[in-house]
Every structure is written in structure tokens, then in C-alpha cells.
């Protein structure tokens, strides 16, 4: 009885759930609305919406190029059968790309759980949304809708519950305004009552997405802001209004000024920028709230004095205005305010402007920024780049959210370090007879001993510096071989990991290796082999041995390890010029800065983010002080390292006389140690203008040095936005010229001439086969020549001297030039280079098919034969004589 009532509860209850639902859906959807369904996972919102029978078309799009789940693949035909358009490959921010997109246009665009796949990817997400709204404008009626549901929390709207904080959501509201729409209404998930929907997870199916109390907004298009929707129609009269302490509330409180547009936006995103004005005694309030309110009164929700001070520069009196702006009818997101903020230097009466702070949060007290210098003449001319990339989009720069770390460890950058490396020893064979019951003389069954691990040096992008390598690097050793024929186990390599770049030298300073690239290893110490047991020395003559060999030792072999590219820009400076400080300013990083001269006396990295995630890595470096080059100071040592930055920013102290002969005297210092350093791109960087005197040493240094300078002060964090973006513009032009350079530079590294085995890279797409004979019979044959036994294919694995000649004949097919390297076979106590080089011609000519062109190869022969006469260095030009 009780499962029947059950039963017909139930029944009850879902044709309840389904009456609500379908007037839910009434109000949403007309009669022969058009609908696009935006990244359909696995179709199964498409296909529960068109059993609804709604009357209306449907689009069904997806990211993905078919539909992977069998799932999926129901829905699909289902949807296919039913006559609903089902498009792949479309992707939200490019729905207008999609040729069978290209020409409609909808009623309604609905993307449910937008998302582009991992975890906590909030920024991404953010573009998502972002590019997606400026997307659908283009496929939108007039009087359209969008519908975008989204998780619990995401959103940022006070509908989430609980509600994250703004910056950690994804600020739907403002990407919305990108595409010019507005938030109108925001609904408990409105597809909650779709049995058949799946949510797809960023997972795939079998991790779905927590859909509990997620939420569906609704947007309509909107207007920009311009002059007739952001200046009030009804104007304010300021005669009454000559009292100084007037608030900006008080004077607009008597204006109705309605928008004649109907639907508001909910929950408008506030954003606040501060503004400094010069005054000159006689400033009327009411004027200067006048201004604004004709310029842009509509979207102002509120103006504060924040700050009047007099300043110790000019003696004026600067007052800082703290301006919100909102809007409930025009969509505004933080650029567009920006922008309608800084333009207000174009408003006559508002001349006097001298900053435009950017404030981070509401409540903040403190004024941000005080720029000491008047905007509209002085910071445009600062710096040619800046003047002439105004106008180009250039990366923003990113500032840290994440509060900096407050332990005192200091970490240094470690760029070169030497290092001695022991590969493992083999182990020890084993001596053991076998004894069975039936059989007590069995046999010799001791065995092998283990392989001694090698030392291997791994590039990799995991690690920037070595720091974290030691000075003794040693490998495991193999382990002993065991009775009944056991052997020892392998012991596993110690792969040492270091930056891409790292370059491997010997104790004489010649390279031996470059791991330019991603995951190339240098084998810095192979590991002894394991013994042999007694059981291997079984013989027909020999039934028992008694002997077995000990492990090898493994090699023991000291390097210097450098790492080529230290960061792309070096700070050079006097000491006290403030350079630490200014690295603290841009970055996350925290040099010790102090008051006296030389505080920093190593290096240090920082690393500047940039909003599309290229990271630009600057280094702090000890002051360099006048007759640095003769070891005064900490002497001029130090400057190896910024040998290894691609540019340099010269850091000036204009608190002090004469700032441009202290320019002279570090660039003298510099060339001192290596002269082509000054042609290495710069910046000049005039610091401390907070102080005075600043800006009359300031002019002075701009009359005698013909450069862009860029005027800053790294302690109040004046003018590091514009120092940031032309950082951004030198490391692009950088990156321009390193991409143009690298198609002809290549070097041969050889690891050591003594050892058989070389080590060379080939780093450019031109085809040139290089590779070396290391060993030659030593039977000389009947015609006299001798026959090389193994070759070393520089770029490619050793080849058996059974191999060679067939794979040689191979090789000169795909390559057209060759360049031997004779110093292999005159190290090794093989004949001379010369006879040898010659031998290996007339051996490779007497191939009857072979391709390769001799003439070009002994010519690249004559080059290198000069050059094996000097040392492995002085092959980068030659090589690339070859190539040119
Ligand atoms: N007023 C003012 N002081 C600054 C500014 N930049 C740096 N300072 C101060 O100058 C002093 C030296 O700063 P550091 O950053 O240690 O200078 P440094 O160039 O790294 O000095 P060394 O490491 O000794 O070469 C500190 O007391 C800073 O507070 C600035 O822009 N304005
Ligand atoms: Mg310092």
C-alpha cells in the first residue's frame, strides 16, 4: 500500500517538475526562436532541449572534431534524425570563423559550463569568457540573449553562495562588457530539471562538474560608452555651489538624470582611479566636479578628496581625487575605464593634472602614484621607444597578488660552478661453485657484477641556475654479482638536471658541450662496468676457475659548468643607485637593499610577468664604481655575468651632480672587461626623482645624452609602469633579432679529444654531415691505404665498422656537404690527421655509388685542417665561414 502512495507521489511530482519547467522555459524561449548551443561536450543538453518540443531551431556547436563517447555519438544521430543542425570544430571565440555560422544570425546563444579544461585556470577562463561575449555580438538579433551557466562561485556576482572573492572569480560581468553586454538576470541553473544532461566535466564524463547551486546569467547587448550615454543631459548649475567642501553626492543629488533604457544592468562592476591635481591656490571644487560631470557623470558613482599636500618639487598644492566608476546601463570593463580616466588630460579645465593612479582596492588610503612631472609634455617625450610603440599593443605587465615571502634566505644566482663527477663502480663478479644433492660439483654459477651508473648532465627548463648542484657528483654503484648465476643489478644514472643553455667545460677552459636544448644530455662520467663471475671463465680447458674481475672504476672527470644565458636584461649601476630596489619593485624577488655601498655582492634574478605569459628575467648586479677595471671596489670580475644578458639597463641616481659622467664612467668600466658589451641594447634609467634636486639634474642629463631616458623612482613606484612596457618592447626587438641570427650560427663541441667518443650538435637547418674515423686498422692493406674500423657520426649514434660503408653511402645522400674532424684520429695515436683524411677521401671515392661531392668536401677539408691546428674554440668562425 505505502510503495503505491510512494509511487503516485512521485508521479505526482515529476509532472509537477515538468509543468514548472515548461513555463520556465516559456518565458524564456518564443515561438521560433533561433538558439545556438555553444561547446556541447557530448551533446546531451542539445538532445534533452529538443525533446522539451519547444518549437524552436537549434544549432548544436562543439570544440572537438567528433564526438569521442559513445554517448556523445547517440546524441548526435539522435539530434541528426530530429533535423537539428550539429557542427564540430567550433570554437566560442571564433563562432564567426565557422562558415555554416557565418551568415545567421540568433535569438539566443546559450553556453552551459564554459570551460578550457584543467584546474584553478582562472585567467584562461577569463579569455574564454572574454573572447566568447566579443564573439557572439557578431551572431546576435537585435534584442538577443546570452545564457551562460556556470559553477557555483565563478561567476562573481553576490548571487554565489558563498561568494569568492572578486579577483580569485571570473568576472563574468566585466568580460561580458568587452562584447558591450550587460548582466540583466541571474537564475538558479535553469537545465537542472533536464534529466538526460550530463555535464561534462573537464575530465570527460566520469568526473562531471559540482552543478549544485550553479547559476544561469543572462545578458543583452548594449551600447559603448560615448558623449549622449556617459555626459547627463540635464546639466548642473554651480552658481549656488561656491563652497569648497562640497561633496560630489551632495551636488548631483538633486539631478534625476534617467537613462531612457529600461533594462539595468545588475551588479555593475565598480572600478576606482585615483587622480592628482596641481593647483595653484585659488581651486573651486564645485568647477572641477562640474568638469567631470560634463565629461562623464553618468558612469561616476562617486568622488572623495583623498589626499592635499604641497610639494616639495615645485611648492604647489597637489589634491588627490579618488573617483568610483559604475554604471548600470553602459558596460565597462578596466581598459575602457583606463582609458575614458587618462583622457581626461584632454579636458581644458583639467590641464593640471599631474597623475593618473590606478588604485588596486577601494579601501586603500595610501596615494599610489605621484608622478613629479607634468604628463602631456614631459612623459611622452621620455623615451623614444615609449613614443613611438604609444599607439602598439604591447604586453601589460603583471603584478603579483601573492604577498612576498618573509624569510631572510638570500638565494643567489649560481651561473657557474665547477664540478667533479665519479660514475659509479661496476661491481665485483662473484666466485661460486654449485653444489645439488645428486651433483655436488655443479659447476662455477657466480655472476656478473652490476654497472656502475654514469653522471649525466640533463637541459631542462625545470631549473634556472645551479644552485642546487654539488661540488662532488657521484654515481651509484653497481651491485655484486650473487651465487647460482645471479648478476649484480645496474646501477641507475644520476641525471644531474641544469638550465637550457648550460655550456660543459673542461679544467682548461675548452667547450665540450653546449645543451642548447630541451632534455640534451652530456655524459659527464660513465660508470665503471660490472665484473665478470667465475661462471663466465668456464672453458673447455678450464672446468673450475677460481678467478672473477673486480668492478671498473668508474671515470672521474672534473668540469666547469656555465650557464650561457644568465638573464635577458642586467642592472649596472653605482652602488646606492638603487638597482636592487628597483628589482624588488618589478619582481618578486628580494635583494637586500640598504643605505650603504655595496649591499649586493652577487647576483640576483627577478622575474618580470607579463599578461601573456612571457616572463622576462632581469638580474641585480653589485655597484661598479671608477677604476672598477684596476680592482677597486669589488673589481670588474663580477661583470662575466652580465656577459650573459642579451641587454642592460644603466641605472642613474639623479639625486646626485652630474649624473651622465656617471654614465661615462660605467660605460668605460664596462668596456674595460669585454668591449662589445656597450653594443649591447640598452636602457637608461633615471632613479630617485622623488628627491629633490632630481628634476634639475634630470634636464641636465637629458642635454647631454642623446638617449631616451626613463625617469623613475624605484622606492615610491613612480613611472615603473612605462620602465616595464620598455622592457617589453627591447626584450621583443631581442627576441626578433636572436630568431633572424640563429639560421647561421652553429658550433662543433667536442667533448674530449682524447676520449673516443665526440660530442658535436648541428644548430641550424643547412645540411652539413659532420663526422669523424677514430680508429683505423691497423694491417695496412696490399694498395697501402688504411681502412677506417669506427666512425663517429657526430650527430648520430656510433656505427659499427661493418655498417660504415653502407651507412656512410646513405648518409651522403641526404646531406650535401661533410666536414671531417681530424683531431679525433691524431689524438687517438692513429696515424697523422693528414695521410689519415686523405685515406678516408680515397676510401669513400672508391664507392662506386657514392654521391658525395669530393671537390666540395676537400675544400670544407682545406678550412678545417687549418683550424684543427688551433684550439676547439676557434672552429665557430671557421664553421661559419663554411656555411656562408
Ligand atoms: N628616495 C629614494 N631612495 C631610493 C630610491 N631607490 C633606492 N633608494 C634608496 O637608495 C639606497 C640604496 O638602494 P639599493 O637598492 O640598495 O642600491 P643598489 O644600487 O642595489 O646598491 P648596491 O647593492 O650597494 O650596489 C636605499 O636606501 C634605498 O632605499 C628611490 O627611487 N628614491
Ligand atoms: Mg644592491
Redesign the pocket.
Known amino acids: 500500500m505505502s510503495s503505491i502512495i510512494t509511487c503516485k507521489f512521485t508521479q505526482a511530482l515529476s509532472s509537477i517538475i515538468a509543468r514548472a519547467t515548461r513555463l520556465t522555459m516559456s518565458m524564456i524561449f518564443s515561438k521560433n526562436d533561433s538558439v545556438l548551443l555553444v561547446g556541447e561536450g557530448n551533446f546531451s543538453f542539445s538532445a534533452a532541449l529538443s525533446r522539451q518540443n519547444f518549437n524552436i531551431e537549434l544549432v548544436a556547436t562543439c570544440y572537438e572534431s567528433s564526438a569521442c563517447q559513445e554517448a556523445a555519438e547517440r546524441n548526435v544521430d539522435y539530434l541528426r534524425e530530429n533535423g537539428i543542425c550539429v557542427l564540430f570544430d567550433v570554437d566560442a571565440t571564433k563562432l564567426e570563423e565557422c562558415p555554416s555560422l557565418k551568415s545567421r544570425l540568433f535569438n539566443k546563444i546559450i553556453f552551459n559550463f564554459p570551460h578550457v579544461g584543467g584546474k584553478m585556470r582562472i585567467e584562461r577562463n577569463r579569455d574564454l569568457l572574454r573572447g566568447f561575449f566579443v564573439s557572439s555580438v557578431r551572431m546576435m538579433k537585435e534584442n538577443g540573449q546570452v545564457l551562460v551557466t556556470l559553477c557555483n562561485g565563478q561567476g562573481g556576482t553576490p548571487m554565489d553562495k558563498p561568494r569568492r572573492r572578486w579577483d580569485d572569480s571570473w568576472k563574468i560581468v566585466e568580460m561580458a562588457a568587452h562584447g558591450n553586454f550587460i548582466l540583466t538576470r541571474v537564475e538558479p541553473s535553469l537545465w537542472q530539471s533536464f534529466r538526460d544532461y550530463v555535464v561534462t566535466g573537464y575530465r570527460g564524463l566520469d568526473k562531471q562538474f559540482h552543478t549544485a547551486g550553479s547559476l544561469t546569467h543572462f545578458f543583452i547587448k548594449s551600447e559603448p560608452p560615448m558623449a549622449h550615454n556617459i555626459v547627463p543631459r540635464n546639466k548642473i548649475n554651480t552658481s549656488k555651489c561656491t563652497v569648497d567642501n562640497i561633496t560630489w553626492k551632495d551636488m548631483i543629488n538633486n539631478i534625476q538624470d534617467k537613462s531612457d533604457c529600461e533594462l539595468k544592468c545588475i551588479y555593475p562592476c565598480i572600478f576606482t582611479f585615483d587622480l592628482t591635481l596641481s593647483t595653484d591656490g585659488d581651486f573651486n571644487t564645485a568647477e572641477f566636479y562640474k568638469s567631470l560631470y560634463n565629461y562623464a557623470g553618468s558612469i561616476i558613482e562617486n568622488i572623495d578628496l583623498i589626499d592635499c599636500y604641497s610639494s616639495p618639487v615645485d611648492g604647489k598644492i597637489k589634491r588627490t581625487y579618488r573617483i568610483d566608476y559604475k554604471s548600470n546601463y553602459v558596460p565597462l570593463y578596466r581598459r575602457r575605464v583606463v582609458e575614458l580616466h587618462q583622457n581626461m588630460h584632454r579636458l581644458r579645465c583639467l590641464r593640471s593634472i599631474v597623475a593618473c593612479g590606478l588604485s588596486q582596492k577601494q579601501d586603500r588610503k595610501t596615494v599610489l602614484n605621484r608622478i613629479r612631472c607634468e604628463v602631456s609634455s614631459g612623459l611622452r617625450s621620455l623615451s623614444v621607444t615609449a613614443y613611438v610603440h604609444e599607439r602598439e599593443p604591447t604586453a601589460k605587465p603583471l603584478r603579483s597578488t601573492k604577498p612576498k615571502s618573509k624569510k631572510d634566505t638570500l638565494q643567489y644566482f649560481v651561473d657557474i660552478k665547477p664540478v667533479k663527477t665519479i660514475g659509479g663502480q661496476g661491481g665485483d663478479g662473484q666466485i661460486s661453485f654449485m653444489r645439488l644433492w645428486v651433483n655436488d660439483r655443479a659447476g662455477p654459477d657466480g655472476g656478473d657484477g652490476g654497472h656502475g651508473g654514469h653522471v649525466i648532465f640533463q637541459a631542462t627548463t625545470d631549473v634556472k641556475d645551479l644552485r642546487h648542484i654539488d661540488s662532488v657528483i657521484k654515481a651509484e654503484d653497481g651491485e655484486k654479482g650473487y651465487t647460482k648465476d645471479c648478476f649484480g643489478k645496474n646501477a641507475e644514472h644520476k641525471v644531474m638536471n641544469v638550465p637550457i643553455g648550460t655550456i660543459v667545460r673542461d679544467v682548461d677552459g675548452r667547450i665540450l658541450a653546449d645543451l642548447e636544448k630541451n632534455g640534451m644530455m652530456f655524459i659527464a662520467a660513465r660508470g665503471g662496468s660490472g665484473g665478470h663471475g667465475n661462471a663466465f671463465f668456464k672453458s673447455n680447458s678450464q672446468q673450475t676457475p677460481e678467478i672473477c674481475e673486480y668492478g671498473a672504476i668508474g671515470e672521474n672527470l672534473q668540469y666547469v659548468l656555465e650557464v650561457r644565458s644568465m638573464a635577458h636584461i642586467g642592472?649596472i649601476?653605482?652602488?646606492?643607485?638603487?638597482?636592487?630596489?628597483?628589482?624588488?619593485a618589478i619582481s618578486r624577488a628580494r635583494?637586500?637593499?640598504?643605505?650603504?655601498?655595496?649591499?649586493?655582492?652577487k647576483p640576483h634574478i627577478g622575474i618580470i610577468q607579463y599578461d601573456d605569459y612571457e616572463q622576462i628575467a632581469v638580474a641585480?648586479?653589485?655597484?661598479?664604481i671608477e677604476d672598477s677595471h684596476k680592482n677597486r671596489g669589488l673589481g670588474i670580475t663580477f661583470l662575466k655575468h652580465v656577459e650573459r644578458c642579451a641587454a642592460l639597463i644603466f641605472?642613474l641616481?639623479v639625486?646626485q651632480t652630474e649624473p651622465w659622467q656617471v654614465l661615462e664612467t660605467l660605460k668605460h668600466e664596462i668596456s674595460q672587461f669585454n668591449e662589445r658589451l656597450n653594443d649591447r641594447p640598452q636602457i637608461i634609467v633615471a632613479?630617485?626623482?622623488?628627491?629633490p634636486n632630481s628634476e634639475i639634474n634630470l634636464q641636465l642629463l637629458r642635454e647631454h645624452v642623446d638617449l631616451p631616458i626613463i625617469p623613475?623612482?624605484?622606492?615610491?613606484g613612480?613611472n615603473i609602469s612605462t620602465l616595464l612596457k620598455e622592457i617589453r618592447i627591447l626584450y621583443d626587438n631581442l627576441k626578433v633579432n636572436a630568431e633572424e641570427n640563429t639560421e647561421l650560427s652553429m658550433y662543433v663541441l667536442v667533448r674530449s679529444m682524447s676520449s673516443s667518443l665526440l660530442t658535436v650538435q648541428r644548430r641550424s637547418s643547412l645540411e652539413i654531415f659532420i663526422f669523424a674515423f677514430i680508429s683505423f686498422d691497423t694491417e695496412t692493406p696490399s694498395d697501402g691505404t688504411t681502412q677506417p674500423l669506427t666512425a663517429v657520426f657526430l650527430n648520430l649514434p656510433i656505427i659499427p665498422s661493418f655498417w660504415l660503408a653502407k651507412s656512410l653511402a646513405l648518409l651522403t645522400i641526404f646531406f650535401k656537404h661533410a666536414i671531417f674532424v681530424p683531431e679525433a684520429c691524431a689524438d687517438s695515436g692513429f696515424p697523422p690527421p693528414l695521410p689519415c683524411i686523405k685515406d678516408a677521401i680515397a676510401w669513400i671515392h672508391s664507392f662506386a655509388f657514392s654521391p658525395l661531392d669530393i671537390a666540395d668536401c676537400e675544400q670544407v677539408l682545406d678550412i678545417n685542417m687549418i683550424a684543427s691546428s688551433t684550439s676547439t674554440n676557434t672552429w665557430h668562425p671557421t664553421l661559419d665561414s663554411i656555411i656562408d
Open positions: 642592472l649601476g653605482l652602488p646606492n643607485a638603487g638597482k636592487s630596489t628597483l628589482l624588488r635583494p637586500k637593499v640598504a643605505a650603504y655601498p655595496f649591499t649586493t655582492l641585480d648586479m653589485p655597484g661598479l641605472i641616481d639625486a632613479n630617485k626623482i622623488d628627491l623613475i623612482s624605484a622606492k615610491v613612480t
